[in-house]
């Protein structure tokens, strides 16, 4: 049958498509200029994937065809075309393309708009629908499409955003798509040449193609003559010097949907020992926007402004996958498929001037503006110390980066380097201590800390649950070993000072004693108990037996291992702390007292909850109870004496 025989299809929406429509349909959100910038972003991908498959297929329809965007207006009609010669579609390609949206995202773009918590244009991208987004302004939308293939015919789809939509044969000679809108009564103003040329500079200045804006309704002017309204020449490859800040702002923007400026933006443009072309930048916040969430990463890859991978993930390593961007090189094929890229010697030289130049600027960055590497560290320095887990080769300028909280920089927004560390050691200080915790605020009040308190020692304090990986790879620095303070053969001069006469402490023979009653009670959990040499305010403290040497991923396993069970460590008494006194005298004077064993399990949790170790600390409640009972009756007591 010819184009004029066949019949119309006309076909329904899922229900889901149905709600969807409707709601943007009867939108009253102001962002409505959004459709433009979702319609010409889909001709861009149309006239790059047409460009793409011309580079190795030359059976193509209208080859020579100018690869542009043609915005068409009629003020009279109230209708706008939005033009292109991309790949276009056939039947099938646009009832999969058109006539279906993915079900779980259109059920989640309706409970995001229901909830009314972010603007359309906040939600449109995530799910999926940003063609849709046109019947915010259109009253009817008919796209008329011809795909590159000569063997296929011309269609057009038809909907007025209800509950149906209608396939028809059309006819188109030349390749590329046509979306037509008729205008609703109150979106008149997009039929303009200002409030589009507006639009489009604010959203797809920098659409590599040339986007034309025409009045249809003009007299008629020189195709030849006409000049495009978007900048079109790529960012990254103009001269560093002279793009100005606020450019490199709007280009993020545009590439992320971000609106927050970028914390760092890094220009590159190098001929040796590769052709390369990138502009590189750090978002503000970890998270991302509403409408870019990052769920997934990588950078834009061209060859020659050919787009070849949208998200490539091999350009730099996974740790700085925070990175966003665009990458262009004259150096790589134009048909370079993923498992090419990935073995492509210039790839590989791509990757690694990419992580050196970013690594110099983060370097740079901390060492002009730290105040700014501050807010920097805090989103994404976990990411850094994942690199010195992973990245042997750039260790060294990693490590420069790290930041730390340590006991003379405390507060949440103070931060300290290795090298800072080391400046501020005494003479006799030989190694560089850290304690491994789960938050600040507890981290501090680790019995572990109490010996280096008293003598005023700087203690590295590591909260982060990727810490025991990094520090299981950054064994030293600067000629000095890195020391957990957990660690039992720790070996810390003693203080001359403190004598077995101080006030309150028992005796060495007390002290066995106690000991071995602590050994009965907590049993295998521990591997041994004895006396503490470190140990200043605290009663008591778990350290790591010395041959421990995976104590530091113990902790990293506790997040990972759903049947993760405590290690047994050494306990350690105070003999000088009030209660381990008084648990001595009870002793000597009750061994059967039950307040005894109650108060050395207490102190065996309390030792385990400091260290981040205690599994079920429900249980500590009933023996809690017991505690505060025996204190409330002795306090009683005690007044009506």
């Known amino acids: 049958m010819t184009a004029t025989q066949t019949a119309p299809e006309a076909r329904e929406y899922r229900t889901e498509v149905k709600q969807l429509l409707d709601i943007l349909a009867h939108s009253l959100y102001t962002d409505r200029e959004i459709f433009l910038r979702e319609l010409i972003s889909n001709a861009s991908d149309a006239l790059n994937r047409v460009q793409f498959e011309m580079l190795t297929n030359h059976d193509v329809i209208d080859p020579d065809a100018k690869l542009a965007i043609w915005v068409r207006f009629n ?3 109230k209708t706008i075309t939005v033009s292109d010669t991309g790949v276009g579609m056939n039947h099938d390609e646009l009832i999969e393309n058109l006539g279906v949206i993915a079900h779980s995202g259109a059920r989640a773009f309706l409970d995001s708009a229901k909830e009314g918590k972010a603007s359309l244009e906040e939600i449109i991208g995530q799910f999926g629908v940003g063609f849709y987004s046109v019947f915010t302004v259109a009253e009817e939308v008919t796209v008329t499409s011809r795909s590159y293939r000569p063997e296929d015919e011309a269609w057009s789809w038809r909907s007025a955003g209800d509950s149906r939509y209608e396939l028809t044969p059309a006819d188109k000679s030349s390749r590329g798509t046509d979306v037509h809108i008729r205008l609703k ?3 008149a103003e997009y039929a303009s040449a200002w409030r589009l040329e507006q639009i489009i500079k604010k959203h797809s200045d920098y659409v590599s193609f040339p986007i034309y804006v025409i009045d249809e ?14 900048r079109q020449t790529a960012l990254w490859r103009q001269t560093p010097s002279k793009v100005e800040s606020e450019e490199y702002d709007e280009f993020y923007q545009q590439l992320t949907l971000d609106f927050e400026k970028p914390l760092l933006h890094v ?4 001929d040796m020992p590769v052709n390369l072309r990138a502009l590189l930048y750090v978002p503000a916040k970890r998270e ?18 050919v787009l070849i991978q949208e998200r490539n993930k091999d350009l730099l390593p996974e740790y700085l996958r925070f990175v966003e961007g665009v990458v262009d090189s004259e150096d790589l094929p134009l048909n370079v498929s993923r498992e090419m890229v990935q073995t492509n010697p210039a790839m590989r030289q791509i990757r690694k001037a990419l992580t050196g130049r970013m ?3 983060l370097k740079s960055l901390a060492d002009k503006e730290p105040d700014r590497y501050s807010q920097f560290w805090r989103e994404f320095g976990v990411f850094l110390k994942e690199g010195i887990a992973v990245d042997f080769t750039n260790k060294d300028a990693l490590v420069e980066l790290l930041r730390f909280h340590s006991t003379n920089a405390a507060g949440e927004e103070e931060w300290t380097s290795l090298p800072e560390y080391v400046e501020r050691m005494g003479e006799e200080q030989q190694e560089i201590y850290y304690v491994l915790g789960d938050d600040l605020k507890s981290t501090l009040r680790s019995p572990h800390l109490d010996y280096f308190r008293a003598h005023d020692i700087e203690v590295l304090l590591l909260v982060d ?5 990094m520090i299981a790879n950054l064994r030293e620095f600067d000629g000095k070993a890195l020391r957990n303070i957990d660690d039992a053969g720790l070996d810390l001069p003693e203080d001359e000072s403190e004598t ?4 309150g402490a028992v005796s060495e023979e007390t002290l066995a004693k106690l000991a071995g009653r602590f050994k009965e009670v907590l049993g295998e959990r521990v591997l041994d108990v004895r006396e503490s040499k470190q140990l200043v305010d605290s009663p008591c403290r778990l350290v790591s037996p010395e041959d421990s040497f995976d104590r530091d991923l113990q902790r990293v396993r506790r997040f990972m291992d759903e049947e993760y069970e405590a290690p047994k460590k050494v306990l350690e008494i105070n003999r000088k702390h009030p209660i381990v006194a008084n648990l001595a005298r009870i002793l000597e004077s009750n061994p059967d007292d039950p307040l005894l064993d109650v108060s050395i399990e207490q102190l065996f949790d309390n030792a385990q909850l400091m260290d981040g170790l205690l599994t079920d600390p429900a249980e500590m409640v009933a023996r809690i109870q017991t505690l505060m009972e025996s204190a409330v009756s002795a306090h009683v007591e005690g007044n009506e004496a």
């Open 288 to 305: 991302g926007s509403l409408l870019n969430p990052r769920v997934d990463h990588g950078l834009r890859l061209y060859s020659r402004k």
């Open 500 to 503: 077995e006469e101080d006030a």
């Open 465 to 469: 649950a990727i810490d025991g990986f």
């Open 359 to 361: 690594l110099k600027e």
């Open 75 to 77: 003020p009279d009609e």
């Open 185 to 187: 009564a109150d979106a």
């Open 217 to 230: 309704t003009a007299e008629e002017v020189d195709e030849d003559a006409r000049q495009p309204v978007n």
């Open 267 to 270: 220009h590159m443009v190098a």
